[in-house]
C-alpha cells in the first residue's frame, strides 16, 4: 500500500514556474513507478510525465516536452514536477500516481493516487 500526497500547486502568471511535489509512505515506495496526471474542468484526466522507480527513465506528453522536468528522490520518497514557462493552458489539478515497478501512462494502469493539486495559470 502507497499513500500519496501532493503540495505546490497554487496560482502563477504565464511565463512562471512552480515545482510540485508528491510525498510518497510505504514501506517499498521507491519500488514503484511514478508519473504525474493532470484533469482541466469538462475533460478527461491525462498523461503529463513518468519516471521509472530508480529514476533512470523518463518520459514526458508532447504538450509539456522542453518545459517541465520530472524527477525523484528515493531517499526522501518524493516526487517532483518542475513546471517552468507555464501557460494557461497549463491549468488543472494535478495528480501524482504510482504503479509497482512498471510505468502507468494511462489512468487506468496506476495503482495509487494522490488527491490531487490545483495549478492555474493566468493570462
Known amino acids: 500500500q502507497v499513500q500519496l500526497v501532493e503540495s505546490g500547486g497554487g496560482l502563477v502568471q504565464a511565463g512562471g514556474s512552480l515545482r510540485l511535489s508528491c510525498a510518497a509512505s510505504?514501506?517499498?515506495?521507491?519500488?514503484?513507478?511514478m508519473g504525474w496526471f493532470r484533469q482541466a474542468p469538462g475533460k478527461e484526466r491525462e498523461f503529463v510525465a513518468g519516471i521509472s522507480w530508480s529514476g533512470g527513465r523518463t518520459n514526458y506528453a508532447d504538450s509539456v516536452k522542453g518545459r517541465f522536468t520530472i524527477s525523484r528522490d528515493n531517499a526522501k520518497n518524493t516526487l517532483y514536477l518542475q513546471m517552468n514557462s507555464l501557460k494557461p493552458e497549463d491549468t488543472a489539478v494535478y495528480y501524482c500516481?504510482?504503479?509497482?515497478?512498471?510505468?502507468?501512462?494511462?489512468?487506468?494502469?496506476?495503482?495509487?493516487w494522490g488527491q490531487g493539486t490545483q495549478v492555474t495559470v493566468s493570462s
Open positions: 510505504g514501506r517499498t515506495a521507491s519500488s514503484y513507478a
Open positions: 500516481a504510482a504503479k509497482y515497478v512498471s510505468s502507468c501512462r494511462t489512468p487506468k494502469e496506476c495503482d495509487y
